[in-house]
């Protein structure tokens, strides 16, 4: 079975930096699409961020220009790099993979997710 572990949240002041990173096992990364979302109590949750087989990205109106996914096949791990935070990115937040069945699909199930890891934004 699948696994996948979020670590790098924490406490940062607003305008500061955080980086996420998540690290796979346990099936075919490289043929996976991968995703972060975000929870903020009280909310729904919420697609940050994408990035598929092609290295295509997209991400939500909120982070837009903020935040950057990426993803290294050799050590199986997706990060987010997030700039710029303001308190309302605060939210826990969990990596998610899907399979994606050519080079050219999407994801259209995320069968994989992590733990989730606390991420606070103070003002």
């Known amino acids: 079975q699948g696994h996948l572990v979020e670590s790098g949240g924490g406490l940062v002041q607003a305008g500061g930096s955080l980086k996420l990173s998540c690290t796979a096992t346990?099936?075919?990364?490289?043929?996976?699409?991968l995703a972060w979302f975000r929870q903020a109590p009280g909310k729904e949750r919420e697609l940050v961020a994408t990035i598929d087989r092609l290295l295509r990205t997209s991400y939500s109106e909120s982070v837009k220009g903020r935040f950057t996914v990426a993803r290294d096949n050799n050590k199986n791990m997706v990060v987010l790099q997030m700039n710029s935070l303001k308190p309302e990115d605060t939210a826990v937040y969990s990596c998610a993979a899907g399979p994606i069945r050519d080079l050219y699909s999407f994801v259209s199930e995320y069968t994989y997710w992590g733990q989730g890891t606390q991420v606070t934004v103070s003002s």
């Open positions: 346990g099936f075919s990364f490289s043929t996976y699409g």
